[in-house]
């Protein structure tokens, strides 16, 4: 079993820090195309939707 290493540990050891700002996190190449984005967004929406009503 492994060992429990805490997250500001694991965050020291790959060398990684807190966001500064939302900036950071931006992909705006992550879908090829405005239809791509709708078809993971129509995704997304029935995932999260299954099992309800």
């Known amino acids: 079993m492994a060992e ?10 790959q060398g990684v ?3 500064v700002s939302v ?3 931006a992909r705006p190449d992550l879908f ?3 239809e791509e984005l709708a078809d ?6 029935a995932a999260r939707h299954t099992g309800l009503a």
């Open 40 to 45: 993971f967004l129509v995704d997304l929406y």
């Open 17 to 19: 820090g807190p966001v």
């Open 32 to 34: 090829e195309s405005d």
């Open 4 to 13: 429990h290493v805490p997250v500001s540990e694991l965050a020291r050891r």
């Open 23 to 25: 900036d950071e996190l």
